[in-house]
């Protein structure tokens, strides 16, 4: 009984033996399973920030493709008013060249009349000089007083149009 008290001990002692590496094996893999639990874990929050990251990129490609868009229209806008600016600019030029043009030609005109004018003037004032005082009838002398007036007034107009 004593050899199988031994036996029956010994096979506890195997058992328990058995037993404690068994939990020491379980205890073992726990821990392994919870350092593998909390690896996931890390892991996902990993995943969640790359895809985080990953959206906000694909939002910012967006955003400069969409401001890459409103700059190429805006460039276009603003050759296109450019070239309006360029023709309207060649318009007022061309405007301003024919105004020139004319003024040119008018002045040509204004400066003939008033050499005419002159002459004119000279000649009537050498023809006054040499006029001998005749006995000039009140018409007469209401005529040559209104054409003295037109002539004063003449001359206030041309004074007016000297350069």
Partial sequence: MEIQKQEWQARVDALTAEKE???TAIAAALQEAYAKEEAIKQSAEE?????????????Q???????EELWK?????LTAAFHNLQGELVKIQNEHNRRDTEWTE??????????????????????INEVVPVAVSADAQKALSVMRQQMQELRTIFAGLRP
Avoid: P
Avoid at 61 to 67: D, L, P, T, V
Avoid at 73 to 77: L, Y
Avoid at 109 to 127: G, I, M, V
């Fill in 73 to 77: 229209t805006s460039q276009s806008q």
């Fill in 47 to 59: 995943v969640g920030r790359l895809k985080s990251q990953c959206d906000e990129a694909t939002r």
């Fill in 21 to 23: 590496k068994l939990n």
């Fill in 61 to 67: 490609m967006q955003e400069n493709r969409a401001k």
């Fill in 106 to 127: 008018k002045e040509t005109e204004w400066k003939k009349a008033k050499e005419s004018w002159e002459k004119t003037k000279a000649d009537l004032e050498k023809s």
